[in-house]
Nanobody, 121 residues
Framework: QVQLVESGGGLVQAGGSLRLSCAAS????????MGWYRQAPGKQRELVAA??????NYADSVKGRFTISRDNAKNTVYLQMNSLRPEDTAVYYC????????????????WGQGTQVTVSS
C-alpha cells in the first residue's frame, strides 16, 4: 500500500521559515509528478508548488518565497517556505502521481494526511 507522510509543519512568526517534507512509501514502480497543495478554512484547496517532468511551477502568491525540491532516491519531496505570511496559514497536503507494479502504466493520485502550518502576525 502506498502512503504519503508529511512532516515539518508548525507555528512560526511572520517572516519565518519552515521546511515541509513528504515521503512516499510502499511498492512503487515510478513516481511522476509530486507537489504541494494547501487548504485554509472556508477556502478551496489550491496548488502551491509542483514538480513535474516539465519542471517546477508555483502559485503566484508564493513565487520567490517557496522552493520545491525532490530527492528521488528517498521518494521524498520538500517545500522550503521562506518569508512566511499569515495568509500562508493552512493545512498543507502532499500530492503525488504514482504507478505501482500492479498497474505500472497507470498513474494514481495519492494524498498525504496534511500538516498544519500556522503563521502568526
Amino acid at each position: 500500500q502506498v502512503q504519503l507522510v508529511e512532516s515539518g509543519g508548525g507555528l512560526v512568526q511572520a517572516g519565518g521559515s519552515l521546511r515541509l517534507s513528504c515521503a512516499a512509501s510502499g511498492v512503487i514502480f515510478s513516481i511522476n509528478a509530486m507537489g504541494w497543495y494547501r487548504q485554509a478554512p472556508g477556502k478551496q484547496r489550491e496548488l502551491v508548488a509542483a514538480s513535474t517532468r516539465g519542471g517546477m511551477n508555483y502559485a503566484d502568491s508564493v513565487k520567490g518565497r517557496f522552493t520545491i525540491s525532490r530527492d528521488n532516491a528517498k521518494n521524498t519531496v520538500y517545500l522550503q517556505m521562506n518569508s512566511l505570511r499569515p495568509e500562508d496559514t493552512a493545512v498543507y497536503y502532499c500530492n503525488a502521481g504514482i504507478a505501482t507494479y500492479s498497474t505500472p502504466y497507470n498513474t494514481n493520485t495519492y494524498w498525504g494526511q496534511g500538516t498544519q502550518v500556522t503563521v502568526s502576525s
